[in-house]
Nanobody
Framework: VQLQASGGGLVQAGGSLRLSCVPSGRDSNDVAMGWFRQVPGKEREFVAGIRWSGGNTYYKDSVKGRFTISKDSAKNTAYLQMNSLKPEDTAVYYC?????????????????WGQGTQVTVSS
């Protein structure tokens, strides 16, 4: 499985961005996908996750109501819609995939990772 992430960029506070992640080689719907983010000197943290089969979603408290994770099975793509962005959302964002439908918040539970995409929110 290879993950291709895209969609980062520079945006002003209050703005929006949408990240995309295509998991090629995914031959099962019994997977969970997550979005994580990392800033220099800090651990990678869970932002949002989704069960590919069923579509159940999970969020970090600080992004609830602002971020929405979704997937389009026909396009084999997962998305992270980020609205009302804040400077503290600035980070490198990663998508990840794990076999099994349970969404875990620990990055160690994910075997496959996309390349990071930088999101910078200016004040």
């Amino acid at each position: 499985v290879q993950l291709q992430a895209s969609g980062g960029g520079l945006v002003q506070a209050g703005g929006s961005l949408r990240l995309s992640c295509v998991p090629s080689g995914r031959d099962s719907n019994d997977v969970a996908m997550g979005w994580f983010r990392q800033v220099p000197g800090k651990e990678r943290e869970f932002v949002a996750g989704i069960r590919w089969s069923g579509g159940n979603t999970y969020y970090k408290d600080s992004v609830k109501g602002r971020f929405t994770i979704s997937k389009d099975s026909a396009k084999n793509t997962a998305y992270l819609q980020m609205n009302s962005l804040k400077p503290e959302d600035t980070a490198v964002y990663y998508c990840a995939l794990r076999w099994g439908s349970t969404v875990h918040t620990s990055p160690q539970r994910y075997a496959f990772w996309g390349q990071g995409t930088q999101v910078t929110v200016s004040s």
